[in-house]
């Protein structure tokens, strides 16, 4: 698994994952392209043998206090191994380090696998958002994580796991 920053090369790439993930309500290409070139974003793609088999984004303007996730997506075949994690945590870091101390994200209410990822990073559900995607008529549950505790608890378990391997 490497993550590196996306390019407009990636575009292509990106985009049948986001189609084949979000088959309804899918980007548009201009859309994507437009997020790729935002100085306010960073998006980050997952490449295995050369191919990108995941993608997300951020949106964290520098010295703002909240930031969004905007999307996360794994190729089907890709799934279930940690990348969705390890891309969630690269994206709140981003975020972190542009200096905001909350982050934001949607998800479908009938996706329960990125909603229990999300919870496991220590987001909350605040609220909800009726029928928020279209043409499927599904609420976005609507989460936050608050970066200054996650960043600590990630260092305290950090520093739990090498007392243990000292042992």
Partial sequence: M?????????????????????????WS??????????????????VEAGRVVGYGGVRAVQGAADADVQTIAIAASARGRGRGRTLLRAL?????ARGARELFLEVRADNPVAA????????????????????????????TL?????????????TAADAGACT
């Fill in 116 to 143: 229990a990822l999300y919870r496991s990073e220590g987001f909350a559900e605040i609220g909800r958002r009726p029928r928020y995607y279209q043409p499927d008529d599904v609420d976005a549950v609507v989460m």
């Fill in 29 to 46: 290409d201009a859309m994507m392209q437009g997020e790729l070139v935002s100085p306010h974003g960073r998006y980050l793609v997952d």
């Fill in 92 to 96: 709140a870091e981003t975020a972190r």
């Fill in 146 to 158: 608050d970066l200054r505790a996650w960043a600590a608890s990630r260092a305290a378990a950090s």
């Fill in 2 to 26: 490497t993550l590196r920053d996306a390019t407009a090369d990636d575009l292509a790439a990106i985009m049948a994952i986001e189609r084949a993930s979000f088959p309804t309500d899918a």
